[in-house]
């Protein structure tokens, strides 16, 4: 893209603003060519003239060559392969166009003066700014001087040349209109590219925090049942009626992730965070409850409790797990925190940067909430999740007046599981 200067200036820089003018690209409206076309009725002017006494044929011949040549010359740039090749094909049809509107206009008669109009509509369709002023200017002055040689009155010459600066003027405007017309439908498409790919991040983020978590209850009671089966069948079965409710819930909630309806619950959350700790011989601890948190900050929260109670599951290799919710200062503050061995061994035993914390990350600045996980004052692991009591939009971030909270430290980006983000 090319700022100011050549561009034009116009609004919609975007849509004409390589060196050679992006106009190159603009697409070719339909009927453009029977719009120029009918133009070239205002040559029955100059031809009429051809019939005058005292023109020979071998000139009134010579004149309608040079005429049909000019009308080629004209049209070409709005035909389809001119079009494509803009705007190479109007500088050209200008130089052909030009020198013969001035033979015709000195050798016939000011007449044909008329003739310049169409090659100021040429110069008008230049794509750049600079190009239409240089070109437009030089036309007019090339037919006014051509006028007075050929011997019209100071109102003849003013005429033309009035006349070929407001077309010019017009034709430029009606140019730039399709530029921005153009501009507008490239910015549409990047629009709609952009509702893609971020759809598609919501369903992997969804699918991810979903079928993890749910993937991973199951192995787990899958493998307690196994494990009950020759000491206690009935407790087996048991265990594995929860693993088929878990993946009914699993499938509905993936079905809900599809469609774009998933809120969580942070109580029927906090209620599975127990179960599956559980079922894992995690022992679990819950202080507070969801009681009185509003919707949107208890749904991203659960999303959170979540993440943190698989991450346990999977990485932790905890023997306890506390899981605690307050509320203060208008945020509303989620913290899970196991005894495990926590991310610097698992992250030397070879773990991947993994999907779920920048993810729930996203997830939570989207509520104008925040993210810290590192290791926990006492070993293991913590993660705290923030979010504000009331929806970001209605009220902005809480008490830390729009800015991460002083607890998250320097970097309010930080998700990762070893920095050092936690008081
Ligand atoms: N409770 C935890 N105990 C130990 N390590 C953890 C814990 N939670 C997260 N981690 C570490 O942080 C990494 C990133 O977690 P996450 O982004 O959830 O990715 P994933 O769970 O897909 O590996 C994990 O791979 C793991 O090394
Ligand atoms: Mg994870």
């Known amino acids: 893209m090319r700022e100011g200067g050549d561009d034009g200036g116009q609004i919609g820089r975007g849509a004409c603003t390589s060196p050679s003018g992006d106009s190159a690209r603009l697409p070719r409206p339909p009927y453009v060519w029977v719009w120029s076309a009918i133009w070239l009725v205002y040559l029955a002017w100059p031809v009429s003239s051809l019939f005058a006494p005292g023109v020979g044929r071998v000139r009134a011949l010579g004149a309608v060559a040079g005429l049909l040549l000019f009308v080629a010359g004209y049209l070409w740039p709005w035909s389809p392969a001119g079009w494509a090749a803009r705007p190479r094909t109007l500088v050209w049809s200008l130089a052909l166009t030009l020198p013969i509107a001035a033979t015709l206009t000195l050798i016939f008669g000011p007449q044909w003066g008329g003739l310049f109009i169409y090659s100021a509509v040429l110069a008008a369709s230049l794509p750049a700014r600079r190009r239409v002023l240089v070109g437009l200017s030089s036309v007019t002055a090339m037919a006014a001087a051509c006028m007075a040689l050929a011997g019209a009155g100071v109102g003849e ?59 991973s209850l199951i192995a787990l009671k899958a493998d307690l049942a196994a494990r009950l089966v020759p000491a206690d069948p009935a407790r087996a079965a048991a265990e594995m009626t929860a693993v088929q409710a878990v993946a009914r819930q699993s499938l509905a909630e993936v079905r809900a992730a599809v469609a774009g309806y998933r ?46 109670v698989t991450n346990v599951l999977r990485h932790s290799g905890a023997s306890a797990c506390t899981i605690a919710v307050s509320r203060g200062g208008g945020w509303v503050e989620l913290q899970v925190e196991d005894d495990g061995r926590g991310a610097a061994a698992t992250a030397e035993a070879g773990a991947r940067a993994g999907n779920g914390l920048p993810g729930l990350r996203e997830r939570l600045q989207a509520s104008g909430g925040v993210l810290a996980a590192a290791p926990g004052p006492r070993g293991g692991f913590r993660l705290v999740a ?28 930080f998700d990762g599981p070893t920095g050092e983000g936690l008081p």
């Open 157 to 215: 010459v003013l005429s033309i040349g009035v006349t070929c600066a407001l077309i010019g003027t017009a034709m430029a405007g009606w140019m730039q209109f399709l530029r921005v017309a153009q501009a507008l439908r490239a910015a549409d498409r990047r629009i709609a590219r952009m509702d893609v790919l971020e759809e598609r991040l919501r369903i992997a983020r969804d699918i991810h925090d979903l079928l993890g978590h749910s993937l």
């Open 263 to 308: 809120t969580l619950v942070l109580d029927e959350e906090l209620a599975r965070a127990r179960d599956a700790l559980g079922a894992a011989g995690i022992r679990c601890t819950v202080t507070g409850g969801a009681g009185g948190v509003p919707v949107p900050a208890g749904s991203a929260l659960a999303w959170a409790l979540r993440e943190a």
């Open 386 to 413: 923030r979010v504000p009591e009331a929806p970001a939009a209605d009220a902005g971030p809480p008490a830390a007046g729009g800015r991460a909270p002083a607890w998250l430290g320097a970097d309010p980006a």
